[in-house]
T-cell receptor, first 114, second 113 residues
Framework: AQSVTQLDSQVPVFEEAPVELRCNYSSSVSVYLFWYVQYPNQGLQLLLKYLSGSTLVKGINGFEAEFNKSQTSFHLRKPSVHISDTAEYFCAVSDPNTGNQFYFGTGTSLTVIP | GAVVSQHPSRVICKSGTSVKIECRSLDFQATTMFWYRQFPKQSLMLMATSNEGSKATYEQGVEKDKFLINHASLTLSTLTVTSAHPEDSSFYIC?????????FGPGTRLTVL
């Protein structure tokens, strides 16, 4: 089974500063990778996903992530954060060969400071 | 596209009663749906995988008789918490699988008094 590690449980950052949220996964076999955002008392919203092709993936709200197979990482970045980006961010991995199960990281709480 | 709804968004019930939560895929058909439970400040815990027309697959440690899942159509899965107790209070989130991506509902906050 896969495991997903989000090393930073909390990330405070000043408004308009860049941010990187880190995600590493355990297996080097073919994977699908996802980032979701969760605002308080809400479900998860898909930010972006990597299935194949270009390793740099662009998502909604100005976020992007880069798939690095050799480092088994899928870090999320944004060049300039807004107050509205304050939320919980989850990285997830699925194995396209075994189907549907997703493995989630423990989440990173991003707090944007005015 | 790929919108998933949940109803109700919030429910308060007395201990010993049963509560039904609905999960609907509004603009696509979903053969597979998932039910998660989330504790405060924690990640999602997969409870079960719901497949249309067949029995749900429960994760280890999840009581199938307590958390009844029915996936009777390609757009609706329901989770019934039977004989609810205060320890069942939690945030329940469903998701629906569209090809290779899970799309999540907004969640249901269950409080058992």
């Amino acid at each position: 089974a896969q495991s997903v590690t989000q090393l930073d449980s909390q990330v405070p950052v000043f408004e308009e500063a860049p941010v990187e949220l880190r995600c590493n996964y355990s297996s080097s076999v073919s994977v699908y990778l996802f980032w979701y955002v969760q605002y308080p008392n809400q479900g998860l919203q898909l930010l972006l996903k990597y299935l194949s092709g270009s390793t740099l993936v662009k998502g909604i709200n100005g976020f992007e992530a880069e798939f690095n197979k050799s480092q088994t990482s899928f870090h999320l970045r944004k060049p300039s954060v807004h107050i509205s980006d304050t939320a919980e961010y989850f990285c997830a991995v699925s194995d396209p060969n075994t189907g549907n199960q997703f493995y989630f990281g423990t989440g990173t709480s991003l707090t944007v400071i005015p | 596209g790929a919108v998933v709804s949940q109803h109700p968004s919030r429910v308060i019930c007395k201990s010993g009663t049963s509560v039904k939560i609905e999960c609907r895929s509004l603009d696509f058909q979903a053969t597979t749906m998932f039910w998660y439970r989330q504790f405060p400040k924690q990640s999602l815990m997969l409870m079960a995988t719901s497949n249309e027309g067949s029995k749900a697959t429960y994760e280890q440690g999840v009581e199938k008789d307590k958390f009844l899942i029915n996936h009777a159509s390609l757009t609706l899965s329901t989770l019934t918490v039977t004989s609810a107790h205060p320890e069942d209070s939690s945030f329940y989130i469903c998701s629906a699988l569209l090809v290779d991506t899970q799309y999540f509902g907004p969640g249901t906050r269950l409080t058992v008094l």
